[in-house]
């Protein structure tokens, strides 16, 4: 009964090392992008879901009545 509890921990110590090693992995590929280029894809994914059309350079196609990009957290209801 003993080397059941031994092979739990020691299974649990791998699961542990095995998530702390995908997650700096993860960690690492979202830190090699610059803030402009996670906004820019930010951007073209939610274009994607409101099925905007692309633009002839690529880039979607901004809708001035719907883009919120240019409002500051300060312009937003409820903030001081």
Do not use: C, F, N
Request: hydrophobic fraction near 35%; aromatic fraction near 4%.
């Amino acid at each position: 009964m003993r080397i059941i509890w031994k092979l739990l921990g020691l299974a649990g110590v791998t699961g542990v090392a095995a998530t702390g090693a995908v997650i700096a992995r993860e960690e690492r590929k979202r830190q090699h992008y610059t803030a402009d280029e996670i906004r820019t894809r930010l951007h073209q994914r939610y274009d994607e879901a409101l099925g905007r059309p692309a633009s002839a350079d690529g880039e979607l196609e901004r809708d001035p009545q719907h883009d919120h990009a240019d409002r500051h957290v300060e312009d937003l209801p409820g903030t001081s």
